[in-house]
């Protein structure tokens, strides 16, 4: 598959993330208008948390929107380390939508393989089958992983299952989209921020199939960057 790939650079976080909502309230007016909803997988990180206070803060047509979560990781309810616990703090208490309308990861269970299946299952019953979602935020670590796609892991390899589980990484165990779910997304969209990811940007921009980030490929990429990640050689004059 041929990508459109587009980068857009703002001067600080909070500016990218601005513009980031911006772009989230802009996709989802144009995917509800086309089919009645609106299927966005959010992954986590700070600056994605200032972007999703944003969001909620723009008049959208909230209740034709379904929220899924890109990756988990394996820890209590209400935990820290939860993405699902900034997610309730930052969208789901300041935007008129419903905690149904929020699909989180059920990393509680004690059959983490069955409960990954059985969130397939879900993406199946929103997304279609196969599950197609309007729109995946995406985040690029230091190392260049993607969701919770790291470096040698097997969950790379994952081609029969949209959601998987990854080995321990950073001390706890993750449930994720993999590729196929990924890829298969009409738009993916990238919000990355701080100099420790320059070189890692730098790569995934040029589509380097030796990182993690760089195997994403679904037909629409929107970078969405700060001038610290980008580097010198991508600043604006």
Not at 2 to 9: A, F, G, K, N
Not at 132 to 160: C, E, F, I, W
Request: charged residues 25%.
């Amino acid at each position: 598959m041929t990508s459109e790939l587009s980068v857009e650079v703002s001067d600080t976080v909070d500016a990218v993330a601005n513009r980031a909502a911006q772009a989230i309230a802009a996709i989802a007016k144009e995917a509800i208008e086309a089919r009645g909803k609106f299927l966005f997988a959010v992954s986590g990180g700070h600056t994605p948390w200032l972007m999703l206070r944003e969001l909620a803060a723009l008049q959208i047509p909230w209740r034709s929107m379904r929220v899924f979560q890109v990756d988990e990781r394996v820890a209590p309810a209400e935990h820290a380390d939860r993405n699902l616990t900034h997610l309730k703090e930052n969208l789901l208490e300041h935007a008129p939508i419903a905690p149904e309308q929020i699909f989180a990861m059920p990393v509680e269970a004690k059959d983490l393989d069955r409960a990954a299946s059985e969130y397939a299952q879900t993406l199946q019953r929103e997304c279609g089958s196969p599950a197609v979602l309007d729109l995946v935020h995406l985040g690029l670590g230091p190392d260049g992983h993607t969701a919770s796609l790291v470096p040698g892991d097997p969950v790379l390899n994952v081609r029969d299952k949209d959601v998987a589980l990854s080995g321990p990484y950073q001390g706890r165990r993750r449930m994720t989209l993999t590729y196929p779910a990924v890829n298969r997304a009409r738009q993916v969209l990238w919000v990355v921020t701080g100099a420790e990811k320059v070189q890692m940007l730098d790569r995934l921009i040029h589509h380097d199939q030796g990182i993690p980030a760089g195997r994403v490929h679904c037909e629409k990429l929107l970078v969405l960057a700060d001038a610290a990640a980008v580097g010198r050689s991508w600043r604006r004059a």
